[in-house]
């Protein structure tokens, strides 16, 4: 390891003293040996010292430029060296480069789990001692836009998703300096293993079956494959645009909301046996079982109109909402669309603390 040497003058020291009258001395005494580090490794890097003739020089000095440094004391004012064949980089700057890619990262990292940019600048300026514009934290985000594009057309055929969990969240978007309502379609393949990942999401206008369909034919176009099961609640265009994608693959009901469905239609007074019994026919896992208990139920209680309207309900939707005990060996996690449900409340979440996204999200290619 190379060893630097360098003391200071008394000149510069009486310097010191002076400006820590009027400003820091933490920050006047970094400026000065940082400066003084520059120049030693400058010496060291043309081989000669100052007014020194040598045949072993291997450039020459070239003055100075003026640069500032962000440091937890503030921001220092700096004289780096240059030379003459315009190589020569003081090492101080490598460590400097390291902790601003750091700080950028960690700015996107607060805009995407949803501060919003005056909270960035805010805490920039806090850390760091110098402040970041609004503008600024915006500009650095759109650096996100690429990796967003890479990652929601990335392909999936190396990974089969046998089960598929699917829902919508509404949000609040800037969009041409606007903010609207839109509707995000997100998707949670499920492998055999159980590893769940995010495959996808889209941005669109309204919950339908066209903007559904649309929804699936982009991931299909990733080439998803090996869909066996998919599970989300029963709004109608959602339910249909699930049958015409995929053929052949069987939709579970969501059984929480399905229960809440059921017992909605339910009196609140005098209806405790009711309501329990139905919870009970959905702790089962095993659809003969529930196909049983969903008959004695419906034997019991049909003849009573304060019922009526729920055992018809139950009776009709009862299939889909066991098919994963079918499709999925009775697979717990695959009977609702909790996991999603989990992921919705946290974008809530950031949504709420950020006020509003702002997105710009291509077209799908």
Not at 305 to 315: M, N
Request: aromatic residues 10%.
């Amino acid at each position: 390891m190379t060893h630097l040497h360098f003391t200071l003058k008394s000149s510069e020291i009486q310097n010191l003293i002076n400006q820590s009258v009027k400003d820091d001395i933490s920050k006047a005494i970094l400026t000065t040996v940082f400066n003084q580090l520059m120049e030693e490794q400058r010496t060291q890097y043309i081989n000669v010292s100052e007014y020194e003739r040598s045949d072993s020089r291997t450039s020459q000095r070239n003055g100075y430029y003026e640069r500032n440094w962000t440091t937890r004391i503030g921001t220092l004012e700096l004289k780096v060296p240059r030379t003459r064949d315009g190589k020569f980089s003081p090492t101080l700057f490598e460590r400097y480069q390291r902790n601003e890619k750091a700080l950028l990262a960690s700015m996107l990292e607060m805009y995407i789990s949803g501060v919003s940019t005056r909270k960035v600048s805010n805490i920039v300026e806090q850390l760091c001692g110098t402040s970041v514009s609004k503008s600024f934290v915006s500009k650095l985000t759109a650096e996100l836009d690429p990796m967003v594009k890479e990652w929601r057309n990335r392909s999936l055929s190396e990974t089969e998703y046998p089960y598929i969990v699917t829902d919508v969240i509404y949000i609040k978007v800037r969009e041409n300096n606007r903010v609207v309502s839109k509707s995000c379609h997100i998707a949670i393949g499920i492998n055999e293993d159980g590893d769940r990942e995010i495959i996808g999401f889209l941005i669109q206008d309204g919950e339908s079956e066209s903007t559904w369909s649309k929804f699936f034919e982009y991931l299909k176009n990733r080439d998803l494959k090996g869909t066996k099961l998919i599970i989300s609640d029963s709004h109608k265009g959602l339910v249909s645009a699930i049958r015409e994608s995929f053929t052949g693959v069987s939709w579970q009901r969501c059984q929480v909301h399905f229960m809440r469905n059921i017992l909605s239609y339910v009196p609140k007074k005098d209806s405790k046996t009711f309501r329990e019994t139905v919870k009970a026919i959905f702790r089962y896992t095993d659809i003969e079982l529930a196909r049983v208990a969903k008959n004695e139920l419906i034997d019991k209680f049909n003849d009573n109109k304060r019922y009526e309207k729920a055992c018809g309900i139950l009776d009709d939707g009862l299939e889909d909402a066991f098919q994963y005990t079918v499709v999925a060996k009775g697979h717990s996690r695959l009977k609702s669309t909790n996991v999603i449900e989990r992921l919705n409340q946290e974008v809530r979440r950031q949504k709420k603390s950020s006020v509003y996204f702002q997105i710009s999200i291509p077209p799908l290619d």
